[in-house]
């Protein structure tokens, strides 16, 4: 099993920038494909980025493509998000989660954090 939290939201206006991070516990964060979710108030739960276990492969979907940018320290059990030239529409809660096997499709991640808040000001 595998612990997450995040932190590192927060509010900021648009067209600025902020890095969301993940600490992760528990065993063998390195052998997980993680990922970053958002859900805004009324929508559906998305997909914003992955990146396999090594970190050599990632998948963002074409609305962050170009803005946001995942990547890990396995040596500090820790993925990042950063995210540049923010927009209203960003606004959501952001999680982390965790599953076994890098994949592009949508799939079920069995680990999940708390979330975080980001809120985007115009």
């Known amino acids: 099993q595998v612990q997450l939290v995040e932190s590192g939201g927060g509010l900021v206006q648009a067209g600025g920038s902020l890095r969301l991070s993940c600490a992760a516990s528990g065993r063998s964060f390195s052998a997980y494909a993680m990922a970053w979710f958002r859900q805004a108030p009324g929508k559906e739960r998305e997909r914003v980025a992955v990146?396999?276990?090594?970190?050599?492969?990632?998948y963002y979907p074409d609305f962050v493509k170009g803005r946001f940018t995942i990547s890990r320290d396995n040596a500090k059990n820790t993925v990042y998000l950063q995210m540049n030239s923010l927009i209203p529409e960003d606004t959501a809660v952001y999680y982390c989660?965790?599953?076994?096997?890098?994949?592009?499709?949508?799939?079920?991640?069995?680990?999940w954090g708390q979330g975080t808040q980001v809120t985007v000001s115009s």
């Open positions: 990146i396999s276990d090594s970190g050599r492969r990632t």
């Open positions: 989660a965790a599953r076994l096997g890098f994949t592009s499709v949508p799939a079920s991640y069995p680990y």
